[in-house]
Nanobody, 123 residues
Framework: QVHLVESGGGLVQAGDSLRLSCATS????????MGWFRQAPGKEREFVST???????YYTDSVKGRFTISRDNVKNTVNLEMNNLTPEDTALYYC?????????????????WGQGTRVTVSA
């Protein structure tokens, strides 16, 4: 059974940093692209970042230069380093696994999802 478990969320002030982690089990981690999505209150879930099997990275425009995604194929984890956070980054952040980097922005491309970790950024 596949499990994705996010951690690292919290309440911070604007300008602060957080590091989200996603621990995986039950899947062949190196065969999956790993993504982060977020859902703010009252909004639809949106793509944040993805890292491919071989390390290629993709970001939504609003986080470019502030967020960094990385993966550890030994520990089977994916991380999202978030710097210079703003209140607009407040959301529930989800980790997801996809067998392909194709259409990485689309939720439907991801087979497995975690339960999410909440990030709240105060002004």
């Amino acid at each position: 059974q596949v499990h994705l478990v996010e951690s690292g969320g919290g309440l911070v002030q604007a300008g602060d940093s957080l590091r989200l982690s996603c621990a995986t089990s039950g899947l062949t981690f190196e065969n999956y692209a790993m993504g982060w999505f977020r859902q703010a209150p009252g909004k639809e879930r949106e793509f944040v970042s993805t890292i491919g099997r071989f390390g290629s990275t993709y970001y939504t425009d609003s986080v470019k230069g502030r967020f960094t995604i990385s993966r550890d194929n030994v520990k089977n984890t994916v991380n999202l380093e978030m710097n210079n956070l703003t209140p607009e980054d407040t959301a529930l952040y989800y980790c997801a696994a996809s067998p392909s980097i194709f259409e990485y922005r689309a939720s439907r491309s991801y087979d497995y999802w975690g339960q999410g970790t909440r990030v709240t950024v105060s002004a």
